[in-house]
């Protein structure tokens, strides 16, 4: 563990994975904690704002994924590393962290849950699973494949339903997508795997999402043992941080209160 404290309270630090890969993080707050696992083309700075929300109750944890920002990137890449990324980081955050991911992020969490990882009540915003299209995941899949990284960024912008103009990322965040596509497999709902998951979940949509995604998000809530499933009505997939905080506060709130009770 490496931290640093800035002018501003955020505890920056870094912790190194099973493999020997160094994930940076940012910490906020005070409370019980809670890691926020970020999707595609994100990175720790991009859940600052949710984070800066969430600070007043939580000890909030936010991370580079391996392969952007501060984070280190050993190869080869495997889903299996980015579940022992997230781990380390729950381990820096405190037992029994709640975990929160947002699109690829909330799929990471969940596969990093149904493989044994130990934490606390699991919320999601839309995972990009395909109820009944996997063809969709295939597309952008072979276009990473033939290192068409630019078609492959215009089609996850499109189907994100995000103006390509509005990205202003780094490039090397592009190259990252590729993991994405691997945390999802073949896009569809892992119905199996998810049945092993005990943890309770909500899985939240934007009511103003493409229809595809609010299917994804009742199917993925269907596939989950002790799961509920909220509309956010008017969001998107680009959720304002200020609706989404207090829901994920009820949430954990509630969580907390019952494990508490029994």
């Not at 392969?67 to 022992?84: F, H, K, L, N």
């Not at 969940?110 to 063809?135: H, I, K, M, T």
């Not at 499109?158 to 190259?175: F, I, K, N, R, Y």
């Amino acid at each position: 563990m490496d931290e640093v404290k800035t002018t501003l309270g955020t505890v920056r630090g870094r912790v190194t994975s099973r493999d020997g890969t160094t994930i940076a993080y940012e910490r906020y707050g005070a409370g019980p904690p809670l890691v926020l696992v970020s999707g595609a083309l994100c990175t720790a700075a991009s859940e600052r704002p949710l984070a800066g929300l969430l600070a007043g109750r939580f000890s909030v944890v936010a991370y580079d994924r391996r392969g952007r920002g501060a984070s280190g990137d050993t190869g080869p890449y495997a889903v299996e590393r980015e579940i022992e990324d997230l781990a380390a980081v729950v381990g820096e955050a405190g037992s029994g962290a709640a975990l929160h991911g947002v699109g690829t992020g909330g799929a990471l969490a969940l596969a990093a849950v149904a493989a044994g990882l130990s934490a606390g009540p699991v919320s999601v915003y839309e995972p990009p699973y395909s109820a009944e299209d996997a063809a969709r995941h295939g597309r952008a899949s072979a276009l990473l494949d033939r290192g068409r990284r630019g078609a492959a960024l215009d089609l996850f912008l499109a189907e994100s339903d995000v103006p390509a103009e509005a990205w202003q990322g780094p490039e090397e965040l592009v190259s990252t997508l590729a993991y994405d596509h691997a945390v999802l497999g073949d896009g569809a709902v892992p119905e199996r795997r998810l049945a092993g998951v005990h943890a309770r979940v909500l899985v939240v949509d934007g009511g103003a999402s493409p229809e595809w995604t609010r299917r994804a998000a009742r199917a993925l809530t269907a596939a989950l043992p002790r799961a509920r499933h909220r509309t956010l009505t008017g969001q998107t997939h680009e959720v304002a941080p200020h609706v989404l905080a207090p829901v994920l506060e009820e949430f954990l709130s509630e969580e907390r209160e019952t494990s508490g009770a029994s």
